[in-house]
Antibody
Framework: QITLSESGPSLVRPTQTLTLTCSISGFSLSTYQVAVGWIRQPPGKALEWLALIYWNDEEHYSPSLKRRLTITRDASKNQVVLTMRNMDPLDTATYYC???????????WGQGLLVTVTS | ETFMTQSPATLSVSPGERVTLSCRASQSVDKHVAWYQQRLGQPPRVLIYGASKRATGVPARFSGSGSGTDFTLTISSLQSEDSAVYYCQQYIDWWTFGQGTKVEIK
């Protein structure tokens, strides 16, 4: 079955770069039309889509965060990596990765990783 | 960017009652809307996609309707395990979520 799991630091300092890894199983990042995205959720607040990458390395970013984000995939390692530059306390959130289904909604989600930005 | 607005923010409902949640898109999204349930401390779980199609394993008491800009999620008979925050999401213009509706059990 499809599973996703986020990993990375739980604490980062302001201005630092955050690197998160999504490890996947049950599907291949090289399969036609497969895509994995990142979504975040500040404590007590709503979900916000950040970025998505397709099987062919096509990348898409939230317009409001585009300048700070990079998403990459490594099919041989079954991983998708998100980097977010110049972290701010307002970036404190649970970060999820999700599998984009055939109809473009996110049908499988990881458990999420809480990242706190504080000095 | 397409914005999604949900109402109400919070609902307090007795078990067995019917619940109706609303979601409005800032521009037409056809039927490209999904509804998610998020229980406390859990990731979101998709309930409805394509505005009205139930995802695998979702109980029949959950149903979705709408097209264009106005969408509804209905829980026909509320159960205690339905206590959660419910989000709508559009996926025709990138991906944006509503602010959520919290459903509490009386």
């Amino acid at each position: 079955q499809i599973t996703l799991s986020e990993s990375g630091p739980s604490l980062v300092r302001p201005t630092q770069t955050l690197t998160l890894t999504c490890s996947i199983s049950g599907f291949s990042l090289s399969t036609y039309q497969v895509a994995v995205g990142w979504i975040r959720q500040p404590p007590g607040k709503a979900l916000e889509w950040l970025a998505l990458i397709y099987w062919n390395d096509e990348e898409h970013y939230s317009p409001s965060l585009k300048r700070r984000l990079t998403i990459t995939r490594d099919a041989s390692k079954n991983q998708v990596v998100l980097t977010m530059r110049n972290m701010d306390p307002l970036d404190t959130a649970t970060y999820y990765c999700g599998h984009k289904g055939d109809e473009s909604y996110f049908d499988y989600w990881g458990q999420g990783l809480l990242v706190t930005v504080t000095s | 960017e397409t914005f999604m607005t949900q109402s109400p923010a919070t609902l307090s409902v007795s078990p067995g009652e019917r619940v109706t949640l609303s979601c409005r898109a800032s521009q037409s999204v056809d039927k490209h809307v999904a509804w998610y349930q998020q229980r406390l401390g859990q990731p979101p779980r998709v309930l409805i996609y394509g505005a009205s199609k139930r995802a695998t394993g979702v109980p029949a008491r959950f149903s979705g309707s709408g097209s264009g800009t106005d969408f509804t999620l209905t829980i026909s008979s509320l159960q205690s395990e339905d206590s959660a925050v419910y989000y709508c999401q559009q996926y025709i213009d990138w991906w944006t979520f509503g602010q959520g509706t919290k459903v509490e059990i009386k």
